[in-house]
């Protein structure tokens, strides 16, 4: 059973506070993806990664950073959090050509 | 900017009858892939179909087919004999030939009644 898994499913941070989500997949995938989702807005784009050490900036990269140090695991780093970061992040992982993406269960961020 | 625009933000259906999603994208690209998400309340997202922009039949997954106007770039989903488990927000993505990114539009939600 193939399977994206993100660190906390759940998460309370304070306003300043760096913040890491982690996700680890085991599908052998290439891509790997963080996406937020917010109310009306649908998932947007936060960082793209199609290697390891290989990322691309998404629609909204501002206040995130992205590591990929190994195939299997994506993360994603608040550098200092902020009350409108807020939000369900959900990381996503591929393969090439247009393939199925197979997501995690997602993590909701609360910075307070 | 390549975009998807789904501009339901809301529909219902009643059991056992059909439903139609509607999408639209904005791309100069000859290829690329064509998605429908599904994501129930337990935010499990999960793939119901998939396109491919060169083939021009319409993509079937039992009781989910699209209709896919290239020309038009309109890729809607209609859902047949709703089932209270349809129930969820739909999402239509996207991904151009040249790259892995996937795009989403804002989602539908779809609310199935007895």
């Known amino acids: 059973d193939v399977k994206v898994t993100q660190s906390s499913r759940y998460l309370v941070k304070r306003t300043g506070e760096k913040v890491f989500l982690e996700c680890v997949q085991d599908?052998?995938?290439?891509?790997m993806f963080w996406y937020r989702q917010d109310p009306g807005l649908g998932l947007r784009l936060i960082y793209f990664?199609?290697?390891?050490?290989?990322?691309e900036k998404g629609d909204i990269p501002e206040g995130y950073s992205v590591s990929r140090e190994k195939k299997e695991r994506f993360s994603l780093i608040l550098e200092s959090a902020s009350t409108n970061q807020t939000s369900m992040y959900l990381c996503?992982?591929?393969?090439?050509?247009?393939?199925?993406?197979?997501f995690g269960q997602g993590t909701r961020l609360t910075v307070v | 900017a390549q975009t998807v625009t789904q501009s339901q933000p809301e529909m219902s259906v009643q059991e056992a009858e059909t439903v139609t999603l509607s999408c639209t994208y904005d791309?100069?690209?000859?290829?690329?892939?064509l998605f429908w998400y599904k994501q129930p309340p337990s935010r499990q997202m999960i793939l119901v179909i998939r396109?491919?922009?060169?083939?021009?039949q319409n993509a079937t997954e039992n009781r989910f087919s699209v209709n896919f106007q290239k020309a038009a770039k309109s890729f809607s989903l209609k859902i047949s004999d709703s089932q209270l488990g349809d129930t969820a927000m739909y999402f239509c993505?996207?991904?151009?030939?040249?790259?892995?990114?996937?795009?989403f539009g804002t989602g539908t939600r779809l609310q199935v009644f007895p």
């Open positions: 996503a992982s591929s393969r090439p050509q247009g393939t199925e993406a197979f």
């Open positions: 599908m052998d995938h290439e891509n």
């Open positions: 990664s199609y290697d390891v050490k290989m990322k």
């Open positions: 791309t100069s690209e000859n290829n690329y892939y």
């Open positions: 396109q491919e922009a060169y083939k021009q």
């Open positions: 993505a996207f991904i151009p030939n040249n790259t892995d990114k996937l795009i």
